[in-house]
């Protein structure tokens, strides 16, 4: 099946940029999600990318997609403690209806 | 602008007890779904309905029911909850083949 794979920690300090990285196995995936999530709340959208783009930039955001390596960044310019989170890569097989796969998430660590 | 709504928010059951976990949504979305998220796990997919009248099994359904009552409401029944089941279980809806995935907040299930 279809597997989506993260490191689980990621410390950075506060002002530099951070850099999560995911890869995916399944290369029928429609669209490619970053997803946060604060302490005790629920799963905010970040980002997402369609499969024949390379790269997606939002503000301090920017998405990196090697759809040959099947590997997936995201890249958070001048981090800062707000960004403290977990962050979860997903996938869609093929755009269909059967729902997105998760990484296990990465925690971004600020330090001061 | 309600998106996904999931109640309840807290449930403390006793092993053997039933209880279903119920979510709505206001966004016409055709799928929806049913998701649990442990530590260390990311999220894992229970069950998804691809559109009204329709359910399928995702990748650890075992232990729970589901029912797609209506368009907007989907809910997911545990006949008997087991301490395996101490969870955050998400509730998400989509437009089929669209990248909009919408979640509710969540409803922190501890089963003791």
């Known amino acids: 099946g279809e597997d989506v794979e993260q490191s689980l920690f990621l410390s950075v300090r506060e002002g530099d940029s951070s850099v999560i990285n995911c890869t995916y196995t399944?290369?029928?995936?429609?669209?490619l999600y970053w997803y946060k999530q604060e302490p005790g709340a629920g799963l905010q959208l970040l980002t997402y990318?369609?499969?024949?783009?390379d790269m997606k930039q939002d503000q301090r955001l920017t998405v990196l997609l090697n759809k040959k390596d099947k590997h997936l960044s995201l890249r958070i310019a001048d981090t800062q403690t707000g960004d403290s989170a977990i962050y979860f890569c997903?996938?869609?097989?093929?755009?269909?209806?059967?729902?997105?796969?998760f990484g296990k998430g990465t925690h971004l660590i600020i330090q001061p | 602008n309600a998106g996904v709504t999931q109640t309840p928010k807290f449930q403390v059951l006793k092993t053997g007890q039933s209880m279903t976990l119920q979510c709505a949504q206001d966004?016409?979305?055709?799928?929806m779904y049913w998701y649990r998220q442990d530590p260390g796990m990311g999220l894992r997919l229970i069950y998804y309905?691809?559109?009204?009248?329709?359910?399928d099994k995702g990748e650890v359904p075992n232990g729970y029911n589901v029912s797609r009552l209506n368009k907007r409401e989907f809910s997911l029944r545990l006949e008997s909850a087991a301490p395996s089941q101490t969870s955050v279980y998400f509730c998400?809806?989509?437009?089929?083949?669209?990248?909009?995935?919408?979640f509710g907040s969540g409803t922190r299930l501890t089963v003791v």
């Open positions: 997903a996938e869609n097989s093929g755009g269909g209806a059967d729902g997105l796969t």
């Open positions: 399944d290369s029928s995936s429609t669209y």
């Open positions: 990318i369609f499969s024949n783009m």
């Open positions: 966004m016409n979305h055709n799928s």
């Open positions: 309905s691809a559109s009204e009248g329709t359910t």
């Open positions: 998400a809806s989509a437009k089929t083949g669209s990248y909009g995935y919408t």
